[in-house]
C-alpha cells in the first residue's frame, strides 16, 4: 500500500502493614530505595533524580484499553496490592509513523494508559501544596509518548520560576485514539474522540490524587505542544474537561481546527472495509477489535506517512461539541488565562522530514517541489481537514506572486515562509478573539540558532524550526531513539531559564510574570497589543510588526478562519 508522505520487591509482613497504617502521600515508612506515595489505586515507589526532584513513572491512570475496551470510554484502573514500581516509563502506544527523529520506536503496545509525575514536594499539607502542570505530548496525535520529557527544571521552577509539580502523560494515537464508525458510535458510550478522553481520564486522575504528590488539584494547567496543544484546545473546549483545569498553554499553537465527524465517519468506513470489516452492525464492531494492533498500524501509515484513514480530533457534538473557531468567536469554552504561540520557522520540520527520508543525494527542496506543493496546497478545500469551502480559483497564482522564488535564497527558505505565515497569522487571528475575554499572552519563539535533534543533513538549515523549542522546557529532550541530544550552551541555558519560569509562574498564578505583574512580558490586550519575543534577548513584539512579518495583510484574504 502507498500513503501521502508526511511534509510535514518489598517484603511482606510488617512493612506491608506499615503501608497499611500510613497516610495518603507520606514517604515510605520502612526501609526503601525510593519515595513511595499512595494512590487510590495503590502504592507506587518512584525514585529521587539528580535534580532532586522525585519521580513516579507509568501509573495506570486508566484500564488497559485491550480486547472489549478497544474504542471504549477509558475505564478505571484495576487496584493493585504491595508496592508498584515506579522507576521505568511505560509502553509507548501503537504508532508507525515517527515523523523522521521525532518519535519511536514504532510499537504496538495498546495497553499503554500511562501517566508519570515529577515533584519534589511529596506529602506537603494542603496549605502547602504546588500548582499542577499536565502536560501532553506532541506528535500530530498519531506518535510520540510521555517517555522523553524530563520535566524535572520544570518542577524545580528553574532558578527564577515557581517550583511545580508536574504530569507527563501517554494517550491513544491514531486510528486507536481518534476513529469514528457507525458501528462503535452507536454502541451507547462517548466514541470518536478517545485520545481526548483518555487525556480528561489523566485530569481526574490528578483531582483524585495529586495531593498525595504535593500538587494542588484546585491549581492545575494543562499545556502541550503541536498536537498537544491541539489537544489542550479540545479540552478547554470540551464541556466534559470544565471545572478539571483552571489554565491553559499552546506551545506552537493555538491555531488548530479540527474536521467534522462526517468526515472521521467516512474515514473509518474506509479503514474498516480496508481492514476486512465491513458493514455498520454490531459484527462490524465485533470484527474490528478482533484484529490485532500491527493489523490496525497497518492501515495507520508508515515510517514516514499517514494512512488516508488517519483523522485526530473531531467535532463530534459531544466531547468537542464546536469546532474551535466558533467557540473562540462566541464564547463556548470555558474561559481562563491562556498563554500560546509559535516558533519562527514552523514549516521547516516538515521540510525536514522530507529530506530525511529521500536517501542520497539528500535535498531539502527543489524549485520544481516548491511549485508542486504550493499547488497541491491551494487547488484543493480550504475548510478544516480538507472540506469545503475550496480555494477561489487564482489563488496558487496569487500565493506564488507573493512568494517568488527570485525573493528568497533556496527554495527551502521561501517554502518556510510561504508554509509558516499561514499558521502565524492564524494564531495571530485566535489571540484577538481570545483578549477581550481571557487574561491571554502570546509570543513567537524567534531564536534561529538552536541546536537541532535530527542528524545533520547536507542541504537542510532547521533555522527555530518546529519542535526546536521543546529542549528549552525538558533538558535534552531529543524526540524518539535515533534523536540526537544536545546540551544547551550557557546564552541558551539562560533562556531556557526565562521560559521555564514563564511557563511555571503561569502556571501558578495566570501570568507569566508573576502575580499582578505586567513586564516584562506584556498581557496581549488593547488597540496596539504586543506578544513576546523569545530569543536570547527577549523583548515585546508588537502585533503589527508581528504581522508584517508573517505577511498577514496578504493571508487575511486568503484564508478560511
Request: net charge negative.
Amino acid at each position: 500500500m502507498k500513503f501521502r508522505s508526511v511534509s510535514l520487591s518489598v517484603t511482606c509482613g510488617a512493612v506491608l502493614a506499615a503501608f497499611a497504617a500510613a497516610p495518603a502521600g507520606a514517604a515510605h515508612p520502612a526501609q526503601d530505595s525510593g519515595p513511595a506515595v499512595r494512590t487510590g489505586d495503590g502504592w507506587v515507589r518512584g525514585f529521587t533524580n539528580d535534580a532532586g526532584v522525585d519521580e513516579f513513572l507509568a501509573i495506570p491512570y486508566a484500564a488497559p484499553p485491550v480486547g472489549s475496551l478497544r474504542w471504549q470510554p477509558p475505564q478505571a484502573p484495576q487496584p493493585w496490592g504491595g508496592v508498584r514500581d515506579a522507576t521505568e516509563y511505560g509502553n509507548l502506544c501503537a504508532q508507525v509513523t515517527t515523523l523522521g527523529v521525532f518519535a519511536g520506536p514504532a510499537s504496538v503496545h495498546e495497553d499503554c494508559l500511562f501517566l508519570n509525575v515529577f515533584s519534589n514536594n511529596v506529602g506537603a499539607p494542603a496549605g502547602k501544596r504546588r500548582p499542577v502542570l499536565l502536560w501532553i505530548h506532541g506528535g500530530g496525535n498519531v506518535d510520540g509518548a510521555s517517555n522523553d520529557y524530563d520535566a524535572s527544571k520544570l518542577a524545580t521552577g528553574g532558578p527564577n520560576g515557581s517550583a511545580t509539580v508536574v504530569v507527563t502523560v501517554n494517550y491513544r494515537l491514531g486510528l486507536f485514539g481518534f476513529l469514528s464508525h457507525p458501528a462503535l458510535d452507536a454502541e451507547g458510550h462517548l466514541s470518536a474522540n478517545y485520545g481526548i478522553l483518555d487525556l480528561q481520564a489523566a485530569l481526574r486522575w490528578v483531582q483524585r490524587n495529586i495531593g498525595a504528590f504535593g500538587g494542588d488539584p484546585s491549581n492545575v494547567t494543562v499545556g502541550g505542544q503541536s498536537a498537544g496543544a491541539s489537544d489542550t484546545g479540545a479540552n478547554v473546549i470540551s464541556p466534559l474537561a470544565a471545572g478539571l483545569f483552571q489554565r491553559a498553554i499552546f506551545q506552537s499553537s493555538p491555531t488548530s481546527t479540527y474536521p467534522p465527524l462526517s468526515v472521521g465517519t467516512q474515514r473509518g468506513l474506509g479503514f474498516a472495509a480496508a481492514a476486512g470489516c465491513p458493514g455498520t452492525d454490531a459484527a462490524a464492531a465485533s470484527c474490528l477489535r478482533k484484529l490485532t494492533t500491527q493489523e490496525v498500524l497497518q492501515w495507520q501509515g508508515t515510517a514516514n506517512a499517514n494512512g488516508p484513514y488517519v483523522t485526530g480530533p473531531m467535532v463530534d457534538g459531544t466531547i468537542i461539541p464546536v469546532s474551535p473557531e466558533v467557540a473562540w468567536t462566541t464564547g463556548r469554552y470555558t474561559h481562563m488565562p491562556v498563554l500560546g504561540g509559535i516558533v519562527h520557522d514552523e514549516a521547516n520540520f516538515g521540510i525536514g522530514i522530507t529530506e530525511y527520508f529521500s536517501g542520497p543525494p539528500q535535498v531539502a527542496m527543489t524549485a520544481d517541489q516548491y511549485t508542486a506543493n504550493i499547488t497541491r496546497i491551494y487547488s484543493g478545500n480550504a475548510g478544516p481537514g480538507g472540506t469545503p469551502p475550496a480555494y477561489p480559483a487564482g489563488t496558487v497564482d496569487a500565493v506564488l506572486a507573493h512568494y517568488p522564488l527570485a525573493n528568497y535564497s533556496s527554495p527551502q527558505t521561501a517554502y518556510d515562509y510561504v508554509a509558516t505565515d499561514p499558521g502565524a497569522c492564524r494564531a495571530l487571528h485566535v489571540d484577538k478573539l481570545w483578549a477581550p475575554a481571557v487574561p491571554t499572552y502570546a509570543y513567537e519563539f524567534d531564536y534561529r540558532q538552536a541546536p537541532y535533534y535530527f542528524p545533520p543533513m547536507p542541504d537542510f538549515k532547521p533555522l527555530a524550526a518546529h519542535t526546536i523549542d521543546i529542549q528549552f522546557y525538558f533538558p535534552l529532550w531529543h524526540g524518539g531513539v535515533l534523536g540526537v541530544a544536545h546540551k544547551l550552551n550557557p546564552k541558551e541555558q539562560a533562556l531556557s531559564d526565562q521560559l521555564v519560569a514563564a511557563w511555571t509562574l503561569f502556571a501558578r498564578d495566570g501570568n507569566p510574570n508573576g502575580a499582578g505583574s505586567d513586564s516584562p512580558w506584556p498581557r496581549f490586550q488593547g488597540a496596539s497589543p504586543r506578544l513576546w519575543s523569545q530569543n536570547l534577548q527577549s523583548k515585546p513584539l508588537a502585533a503589527s510588526a508581528y504581522a508584517a512579518r508573517h505577511q498577514c495583510d496578504f493571508w487575511d484574504t486568503i484564508l478560511v478562519y
